[in-house]
């Protein structure tokens, strides 16, 4: 079988090296800490594993959810961007996803015709341009520099791409940089984007995660006229990643033409996993707060303990991710393979985020403080 050409100019996993030697590390009884991808170690919470459990005694909760999404999660989640962010929404203007990496890549359809261009950060969270080459769009990669806080300058889309441009992706919190966005920079991008005729969508799945004390942006917030869409996922803050339930909220043209795709290719999320995800909804702000202060002194352990390690690294509140530089003499890759090989550390070499992220690495605050902090202060001073 010879499969299309758009599928060929997907990798399939770049760091195979890395994985062989984590393989053979294992084999040989070493002990490693995995700080590469973005799942979280905390428990879920007993209350949303309960609401799963009553979800299964619910009459027809094995049959084909509404695609949708069951109407008491969309008010959940109207419910929660008003008290959030004080966003009104109506149903229309909420359709729950498999996980919000299935609305990332059935919006590039519902918006661009083959050959359209969308434009995506880099570096960046590789689906934004998987999903373009698997749907024939152009992928135009702005740069996100660390001169700029990580935030894309619109002078560097070229005059002759841009009225070929149908979709413009952001994403804060921002993944790997941890870098956020302010309302300022919100105002020009959905400015710009009303003004070119392109589709403009902030990925929040970080929304909640950033410093204890600062209050979270929602792009909607600035988007008055709700022109935009912005998704959300039950992932990260409710440490759900396996419940692939997400959620995308805005214009309800966008909406709708998102889940004209998605009825079309498959169908809503498991009940009882929209029960569980409506459970999750109604914890109070304390569950939220203390997930920040978690990941608060994750961050600012690792932080020291890189400091004195003399690994230079982008100080941010956003995410639980810190975007590191390698060390001079080192590639992304030759650094990762030593953080495995002399310290069983994996981290994610940063060319996994584009070839912007050459020069980086980003390390996933999924583990312990104290964890994270015995793995690198056996690092040498680079
Ligand atoms: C920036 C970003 N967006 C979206 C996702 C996907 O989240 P979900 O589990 O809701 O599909 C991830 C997961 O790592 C992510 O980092």
């Not at 410093?211 to 959300?232: H, M, N, T, Y």
């Not at 889940?259 to 109604?282: E, H, M, R, T, W």
Request: proline fraction near 5%.
């Amino acid at each position: 079988m010879k499969p299309n050409n758009r599928l060929k100019t997907i990798s399939e996993y770049h760091f195979q090296k890395l994985d062989i030697i984590k393989k053979n590390m294992l084999n040989d009884g070493k002990k490693i800490i995995d700080l590469s991808i973005g799942d979280p170690d905390l428990p879920v919470e007993n209350s949303i594993i309960n609401a799963l459990i009553e979800g299964l005694k619910i009459k027809d909760f094995n049959k084909y959810p509404p695609y949708e999404g069951i109407q008491q999660l969309k008010k959940g989640i109207i419910k929660y961007y008003e008290q959030v962010f004080s966003v009104k929404l109506e149903f229309e203007e909420v359709l729950i996803l498999i996980g919000s990496k299935e609305g990332i890549n059935n919006i590039v359809p519902a918006v661009c015709d083959i050959g359209d261009y969308a434009i995506i950060p880099k570096p960046a969270y590789p689906v934004y341009e998987t999903s373009c080459h698997l749907w024939g769009v152009n992928a135009f990669e702005i740069p996100l520099l660390e001169k700029n806080l990580y935030l894309p300058e619109v002078k560097f889309i070229p005059k002759d791409i841009l009225p070929k441009s149908k979709l413009f992706v952001l994403n804060y919190p921002n993944n790997p940089t941890g870098a956020v966005a302010n309302s300022e920079f919100y105002k020009e991008i959905i400015e710009f984007c009303i003004k070119n005729d392109i589709v403009l969508y902030n990925d929040g799945a970080y929304n909640e995660i950033i410093k204890e004390g600062e209050a979270p942006l929602s792009l909607l917030q600035i988007d008055k006229k709700k022109q935009c869409i912005e998704f959300g996922t039950f992932s990260k803050i409710y440490n759900m990643t396996g419940f692939r339930i997400g959620y995308a909220v805005g214009n309800s043209q966008i909406i709708k033409a998102l889940l004209k795709v998605k009825s079309n290719v498959d169908s809503g999320q498991f009940i009882p996993i929209q029960y569980a995800a409506i459970q999750a909804l109604k914890l109070t702000r304390n569950y939220v707060d203390n997930i920040r202060k978690i990941f608060d002194e994750r961050r600012q352990n690792a932080e020291q303990v890189l400091t004195e390690h003399n690994i230079d690294f982008f100080k941010s509140v956003g995410t639980f991710y810190i975007w590191c530089k390698t060390p001079a003499g080192y590639t992304t890759e030759t650094f990762c393979e030593e953080l495995l090989n002399n310290y069983g550390i994996i981290v994610t070499p940063g060319i996994a985020f584009g070839d912007l992220g050459k020069d980086y690495f980003r390390i996933a605050l999924t583990k312990d403080k104290q964890e994270i902090v015995q793995a690198f202060s056996n690092l040498k001073v680079y």
